[in-house]
């Protein structure tokens, strides 16, 4: 007879980098999970539910972008509970999909409260992201999603052009590249992300609600990337507006004009110290 799984255990963990807590969400319903106090992770009971909604957004464009049939070989740079691939192995179960988390304890209570996929439609690989994809072989990946954080920000080494250059290097010819850019009302470190992106990809595109893209709230800005055209088609417009959060796109020439901070490198290559911001909050 197989082993019920455990239920989840509301409150607050040690874990490997910190606190996890986990709490039930009686108005979405699920648990949200927040580390060091920020909020990582929703998980729903039904799998085909997403509450944040920059997951939502970036759901979108996978989907608008990559329609082959082959099995999409998808890479999640940053996993916490795994939400973001629950929910694409559940309405792409052909999809083959890795999950790098640094933090091992967090991938164990993942693995043990909450319904996620085995291998080999989902693997999680506990290790840094930056270490991972510099040592994966070259056109191996479709789809590689960054969405790790270290308090309110993404790691300053997930954000640079060197990084991004392994980034494009893994991904198949034609792959896409999202990275979720927490940010305040600023936005300098969205733009940042953004001209650091189109200094190595021939096309970008932006995607948040027109209060965040207009800087008149702190919040999450989808960055996509790829070196085949991003485009604005009717049905996507059409999905990000009628999300309970109707979002907006900017490709071309108003994707690289928002992109107008500077490109962030590696610290052997920078000596630009324009990114010491507090940290903004997130999402």
């Known amino acids: 007879m197989a082993r019920s799984r455990p239920e989840p255990v509301v409150g607050r963990h040690r874990i490997d980098t910190g606190i996890a807590e986990l709490t039930r969400d009686d108005i979405a319903g699920g648990w949200l999970l927040t580390i060091n106090g920020a909020q990582s992770s929703h998980i729903h009971p039904d799998p085909s539910i997403l509450d944040f909604e920059y997951m939502r ?145 021939a096309h970008v595109a932006v995607v948040a609600d027109a209060a965040m893209l207009k800087g008149r709230r702190t919040g999450n800005v989808v960055l996509a990337a790829s070196d085949s055209p991003i485009d604005a088609t009717s049905d996507l417009v059409r999905t990000l507006l009628s999300d309970p959060a109707p979002a907006k796109i900017l490709t071309g020439r108003q994707a690289r004009e928002f992109g107008s901070g500077t490109v962030v490198h590696d610290p052997d290559h920078d000596h630009d110290h324009d990114h010491d911001e507090p940290d903004p909050p997130r999402p």
């Open 57 to 201: 957004q970036m759901v979108a464009l996978i989907e608008a972008t990559h329609r082959d049939d082959a099995p999409w070989r998808i890479l999640h740079l940053g996993a916490a509970a795994c939400a973001l691939p629950r929910h694409l192995a559940d309405r792409h179960p052909e999809a083959r999909q890795i999950a790098v988390e640094i933090d091992g304890a967090l991938a164990r209570l993942a693995r043990e409260w909450f319904d996620l996929p085995r291998a080999p439609l989902l693997r999680i690989r506990v290790g840094d992201a930056r270490e991972v994809i510099t040592g994966l072989t070259e056109h191996t990946r479709d789809v590689i999603v960054r969405d790790a954080f270290v308090g309110a920000r993404a790691p300053r080494h997930l954000t640079t052009q060197e990084f991004l250059a392994q980034v494009r290097r893994v991904l198949a010819p034609g792959g896409l590249y999202l990275a979720n850019c927490g940010d305040t009302r600023d936005l300098a470190l969205a733009r940042s992300e953004v001209a650091t992106a189109a200094s190595v990809f």
